[in-house]
């Protein structure tokens, strides 16, 4: 049980900082955009390449950033239908939602392996000329990160589920008594 939950604060320290160096990002971006915006608007000139940068910066954001959004619960949720059910159901169902999101993530990370790999692997970019590998890469990366952290989900969905806690126990033995 312990060895279970070194591994799982391991997969989240990890996911945290490669999510907080992914962060360092925004701000160069945020930098680049600001001053091609205003070097357009009011000097009638852009930084060439600006657009392309922006693209790559932003891809590393959004793909080192998935595990951790989902570590913090951050992705869109539909649990108006099943908040009403019980929560041995409601375990079950996160379970195979989990699983579910496991296997897509796995064909995702695969993908992006064998593109990255594949002819795509030479691909430069039309202006700065930069590689695309770097980049395609990142995909299989943040999904790897993305399907430990639902390994970490599914783990404690069946925890939760097979693992009977002590507070539930006393529950129980209270209200047999005041029946």
């Not at 070194?6 to 160096?21: E, F, G, H, P, S």
């Not at 375990?91 to 496991?102: A, D, T, W």
């Not at 599914?154 to 097979?162: D, G, N, Q, R, S």
């Amino acid at each position: 049980m312990q060895q279970q939950e070194r591994v799982k604060k391991t997969i989240q320290k990890l996911t945290y900082y490669i999510y907080a160096v992914s962060m360092f990002m925004l701000l160069p971006m945020m930098f680049l955009t600001t001053a091609d915006v205003i070097g357009r608007s009011f000097f009638s000139w852009s930084i060439s390449g600006a657009v392309e940068l922006s693209r790559y910066m932003l891809a590393v954001v959004i793909l080192l950033g998935l595990a951790y959004t989902q570590q913090v619960k951050g992705h869109p949720r539909v649990t108006l239908l099943v908040s009403y059910f019980p929560l041995k159901v409601q375990l079950i169902i996160e379970f195979l939602m989990s699983l579910l999101g496991m296997f897509i993530v796995a064909i995702f990370v695969w993908q992006g392996w064998v593109i990255a790999h594949g002819r795509a692997a030479a691909i430069v970019s039309d202006v700065l000329r930069i590689s695309q590998y770097p980049f395609r890469i990142l995909v299989s990366i943040g999904g790897a990160l993305l399907f430990l952290e639902l390994l970490v989900d599914l783990i404690t969905a069946v925890e939760k589920l097979f693992c009977s806690s002590p507070d539930r126990n006393r529950h129980k033995k209270t209200t047999a008594r005041l029946e």
